[in-house]
C-alpha cells in the first residue's frame, strides 16, 4: 500500500471498488480509441461484475451457513456432551480434579455459542442481500455486510476446530 501510494497509482482494496475504473473516462477513452469496446459495452461489462461478485459472495456465505448449520455447530455439541459426560463420570468414579476438562467445556461453549450467534447474524444478512436490486449496491452490501459476517462466525470456527477432538469435527483441519 505505502508502496502503490509513493508512486502515485491507485490503491484499490477491494474489488468492488476496482469496477468502476473500467467504465472512467479514462478506459473508455483508451478502449473506443482502439476499437475494442464502447462506452456502452464498458458499462455493461461493469454492470456483470457487479453481479458476479455479489452472486459468488452468496455462494460462499450460503455454503458456509449450510456447513456450520449442519456440520460444524452439532460436532461441537457432541464434543461439549462429551466433556461434560466426561467430568460427571470422573467425579463419580473418584472425585478427582475436573478443572481443565470444565475449563474446556467452558471455552467450547462459550465459542459455540458466539459461533451461534454469528451463523444467525450470516443468515439474516444473507437474506437481505438476496432480495436487493442487482448491481454496485447490493455488491457493496456483499463486501460490508456479508464478508464482515462471514468473518465474524470463521473467527470461533477457527478457535473451534483447534479444541474439538480432531475425530469428531467434521472435515479435514488446518492442524
Given at each position: ?5 509513493r508512486?502515485g497509482l491507485?490503491?484499490?482494496c477491494s ?9 472512467s473516462?479514462?478506459s473508455?477513452s483508451?478502449?473506443e480509441?482502439?476499437n475494442v ?8 461489462r461493469v454492470e ?5 461478485y455479489a452472486k459468488a459472495i452468496n455462494i460462499?456465505?450460503?455454503?458456509m ?5 449442519k456440520?460444524?455447530?452439532?460436532a461441537?455439541i457432541k464434543?461439549?456432551t ?5 467430568i460427571?463420570?470422573v ?10 476438562q470444565?475449563e474446556l467445556?467452558m471455552e467450547?461453549?462459550?465459542l459455540?455459542?458466539?459461533a ?7 443468515t439474516e ?7 436487493m436490486?442487482e ?5 457493496v452490501?456483499?463486501?460490508?455486510r ?5 468473518d465474524?462466525l ?5 478457535q ?5 477432538d480432531k475425530?469428531m469435527?467434521p472435515?479435514?483441519?488446518y492442524?
Amino acid at each position: 500500500m505505502k508502496e502503490a501510494e509513493r508512486r502515485g497509482l491507485p490503491n484499490i482494496c477491494s474489488m468492488v471498488d476496482a469496477i468502476p475504473a473500467l467504465a472512467s473516462e479514462k478506459s473508455v477513452s483508451l478502449f473506443e480509441k482502439f476499437n475494442v469496446f464502447t462506452r456502452t459495452e464498458l458499462e455493461s461489462r461493469v454492470e456483470v461484475l457487479y453481479e458476479n461478485y455479489a452472486k459468488a459472495i452468496n455462494i460462499e456465505a450460503r455454503t458456509m451457513i449450510d456447513m456450520a448449520g449442519k456440520q460444524i455447530i452439532p460436532a461441537v455439541i457432541k464434543y461439549t456432551t462429551s466433556l461434560a459426560n466426561s467430568i460427571n463420570a470422573v467425579k463419580a468414579a473418584c472425585g478427582a480434579d475436573v478443572s481443565v476438562q470444565t475449563e474446556l467445556l467452558m471455552e467450547t461453549s462459550r465459542l459455540l455459542a458466539e459461533a451461534k450467534q454469528a451463523l444467525t447474524r450470516l443468515t439474516e444478512v444473507t437474506t437481505r442481500a438476496a432480495v436487493m436490486e442487482e448491481g454496485r449496491e447490493q455488491a457493496v452490501f456483499c463486501r460490508d455486510r456479508i464478508i464482515t459476517a462471514m468473518d465474524a462466525l470463521r473467527a470461533p470456527v477457527d478457535q473451534l476446530e483447534m479444541m474439538v477432538d480432531k475425530e469428531m469435527w467434521p472435515m479435514p483441519s488446518y492442524g
